[in-house]
């Protein structure tokens, strides 16, 4: 049995397809024909276009435009004169074979990419290994796995599995994929949910211990792998398999519907988004909305900042994407961990607790009135919500709102139209709001709780440290505490209070929250459909009386363990 990080739902049991790294084999060679190598490495390359070009319109066709993205970004890389001219002048100056000179400039410009600070850019590095190496498989003539082209079903058992591997694969094939490396938010895991296809990442040794035509199960929920199970196992895992079919056919059923309690209460289960992409998934799972926009992405990987005409094309496609349905869209929450190349920062001893977010924002207020510009001048297309992240006092508030009525007023002096009827709002993520969100609620039109940060801050957990991560628990009784106040304050002052921290679509965690009074919940939106299938089953009056006996209790064990056996999970 091996145990890894459940990356996509579903149980599966089938025959293991190991997927062997192939390991190149590149020697230096002096070679007499510098010609014959130059014109080697240009049909290699030519070759790997064609294909490429292929993967990328089955991609489009298949997985729609952002996923076809990657390899528009692997054909840019063959295209970029750096990297083939580059292998050519080697092969040129120091009469070397083709594969040798376009590996040496591949690994120059892999470190090179894997040294940056910023994160998208290291990414970058896999994909010039990974269309590197597609070139290189040509020259060398090294057969692969064609995954597109499989004679049977089988499981997917790799090492890692590439953009192309995943785009290219026949999908009625694969019956889900295990990998040895790889976390919940990797390229892998986030393609596995995308295309639905059950997988555990992070393995570490599936490549070792599973061999070719194992007969293998697994569940994608808790990420345990049976190699060749006993007839008892099989047994557990083909129930287990029509329980999960039978789960899959209800909330299919839930589309459409409302979110509501067995006693008519009703609360809004809306998405997180990145980008305007993922407006996409959040249709699919019938999301009733956006309940935070991370904009910072529209800031990240890119030179300077975006222009008011950008961030307004972006917020205008979400608005208009979602068809009026409510949008929280947060400003800039950049610092912490997510830092801009553009804008250097100086050194700091604790980021999170430092230089970012609305600190930022109203330090440098031009970046912050470009956002909000844009903001409202896109309000006109739909219904939005404006959120500020990082408040900890009453002062930052009333600067960031007075920042809104700025731009309100510079506006209208242009004649350029905004909504009247736009939503102002605050996240509780810190606990000094928390504490006064009496007072802040008088002047927000709503709430929205951040627990992944209320967590960190109220238990002074690093929430990147793995070391204490034993110490970062959403049941905590202090967080729990502040998440009911926070919500008892909005309503008193006639406010909503939502959340969009990663609780908001735990199962665990709903009845509580629901039990609290909350009235949007904002999740990933493979959440969705399970939490509304959840909130369909449970009696409002029941949840209240539930969560106040959970406040009862002195510590987050206890408290997840009766969860846990209230709701038989
Ligand atoms: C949060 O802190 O809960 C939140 C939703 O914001 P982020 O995860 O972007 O910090
Ligand atoms: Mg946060």
Redesign the pocket.
């Known amino acids: 049995m091996l145990k890894g990080i459940g990356a996509s739902p579903g149980i599966v049991l089938g025959k293991a397809l190991v997927i062997e790294e192939t390991e190149l084999v590149i020697e230096r060679k002096v070679v007499t024909d510098c010609e014959a190598e130059v014109l080697k490495l240009r049909n290699a390359v030519q070759v790997s276009k064609e294909e490429l070009t292929k993967v990328k319109e089955k991609a489009l066709v298949e997985l729609g435009e952002h996923e076809a993205e990657i390899f528009e970004a692997h054909l840019l890389v063959l295209e970029d004169p750096e990297l083939v001219e580059s292998a050519v002048s080697k092969i040129n100056d120091e009469k070397v074979n083709a594969e040798y000179a376009l590996n040496e400039i591949k690994e120059m410009f892999v470190s090179m990419f894997e040294a940056m600070d910023n994160e998208y850019m290291r990414e970058r590095a896999a994909d010039i290994k990974d269309v590197t190496n597609r070139v290189l498989r040509h020259i060398l003539g090294v057969k692969v796995i064609d995954l597109a082209d499989l004679a049977e079903e089988v499981i997917l058992v790799a090492h890692d599995l590439t953009p192309s591997d995943t785009a290219t694969m026949d999908k009625k094939k694969v019956l889900g994929f295990l990998t040895d490396i790889g976390g919940r938010t990797s390229h892998t895991a986030i393609m596995s949910r995308t295309l639905e296809v059950a997988a555990i990442v992070g393995l570490t040794n599936a490549t070792k211990e599973i061999k070719d035509g194992d007969f293998v199960v697994f569940n994608g929920d808790t990420g345990e792998v049976v190699i060749n199970p006993d007839e008892e196992t099989i047994a557990t895992y083909t129930k287990l398999k029509a329980d999960f079919e039978e789960y899959k056919k209800a909330l299919e059923l839930l589309k459409g519907q409302a979110s509501c309690t067995t006693d008519g209460r009703h609360v809004e289960l809306a998405g997180?988004i990145g980008t305007p992409n993922d407006v996409e998934g959040l249709i699919k799972n019938d999301a009733e909305g956006v309940g935070?926009y991370?904009t910072?992405f529209l800031y990240m990987d890119r030179t300077d900042f975006p222009s008011e005409e950008e961030q307004y094309t972006a917020y205008k496609a979400v608005l208009e994407g979602m068809s009026g349905k409510p949008i929280v869209i947060?400003t800039l929450?950049i610092g912490?961990d997510?830092k801009l190349d553009y804008l250097p920062m100086d050194e700091e001893m604790n980021p999170f607790l430092g230089y970012r977010a609305i600190r930022l924002c109203l330090d440098r207020k031009e970046i912050f009135i470009t956002q909000l510009r844009a903001l409202y001048r896109a309000s006109v297309h739909g219904k939005l919500r404006i959120m500020f992240?990082m408040i900890s006092s009453l002062e930052e508030l009333l600067q960031a709102k007075e920042v809104c009525e700025e731009v309100k007023a510079q506006l209208k002096a242009e004649g350029i139209a905004y909504s009247d009827d736009v939503e102002v709002g605050m996240?509780i993520?810190v606990p000094s709001a928390a504490v006064i969100s009496d007072v802040l609620a008088k002047h927000v039109d709503f709430f929205?709780?951040?627990?992944?940060?209320?967590?960190?801050y109220t238990c002074a957990v690093d929430?990147m440290n793995q070391k204490i991560s034993y110490l970062y628990n959403q049941f905590n009784p202090a967080v729990l505490r502040l998440i009911k106040m926070v919500i008892d304050n909005a309503h008193k002052e006639g406010k909503w209070a939502g959340?969009?921290?990663?609780?908001a679509g735990d199962q665990l965690m709903i009845p509580i929250l629901l039990g609290f009074g909350l009235d949007e919940f904002?999740m990933s939106p493979i959440s969705i459909l399970p939490a509304r299938k959840l909130i369909n089953s449970l009696r409002y009056e029941d949840m209240q009386n539930f969560s106040n006996e959970v406040l009862s209790l002195g510590t987050a064990e206890e408290i997840k363990a009766y969860v846990e056996k209230t709701f038989n999970k």
């Open positions: 997180n935070l991370r910072e947060r929450d912490g997510k992240p996240m993520e929205s709780i951040g627990t992944n940060d209320l967590i960190q929430r959340m969009c921290g990663e609780s904002s």
